[in-house]
């Protein structure tokens, strides 16, 4: 397969994972001392994904991409990331995570938060977890918790958003 068919592959990989991902909200840590109430945000958003020069010219199945995304809804705001894909002589198979660090207001309380992205495809089905990374939280999100759910319908995105603040 040709680098720049292994990168449209990757790429697929990532949207095809995004377009069914669901999950599921995250338990309350019983050792917490503060009261968490499970609060919910929906809305939608616009992503660009930027493809980087491989690290490794031999391994064609190993891609890197920027994420540039404006969220819309109860959360406002933009973010920036990072994607590494993994693909396979397996067609409708592979990986990818990424990191995204999002900047804006929640509902009215401003800050930023960290999204950790986890995503594998075993023969055309998805798996795929977004999480709040432990601690990331600044400004009026200090604290925050919760895991995020992608929807893409129609060539739209929007997204679910189950989290907890302090």
């Known amino acids: 397969m040709k680098p720049s068919g292994v990168v449209a592959t990757c790429v697929c990989l990532g949207f095809a994972l995004l377009a069914v991902a669901q999950t599921k909200p995250q338990a309350s840590n019983a050792l917490q001392k503060e009261t968490r109430l499970a609060e919910h945000a929906k809305g939608t958003f616009e992503v660009k994904v930027i ?41 409708g198979s592979g990986g990818y995570v990424a990191i995204e660090k999002i900047g804006g207001t929640l509902r009215g309380r401003s800050g930023t938060f960290v999204l950790q ?16 990374v432990p601690d990331s939280g600044t400004g009026e999100l200090v604290g925050i918790s919760g895991r995020l759910t992608i929807i893409v319908a129609d060539g739209k995105h929007s997204y679910e958003f189950a989290y907890s603040l302090p």
């Open 117 to 132: 992205h986890i995503g594998t495809m075993t023969q055309g089905t998805p798996e795929m977890s977004v999480t709040v």
């Open 51 to 91: 493809p980087q020069p491989p690290d490794d010219k031999d391994d064609p199945n190993l891609g890197r991409f920027l994420l540039d995304k404006q969220f819309h809804g109860d959360l406002e705001g933009a973010s920036k990331g990072q994607m590494l894909t993994a693909g396979t002589a397996v067609k």
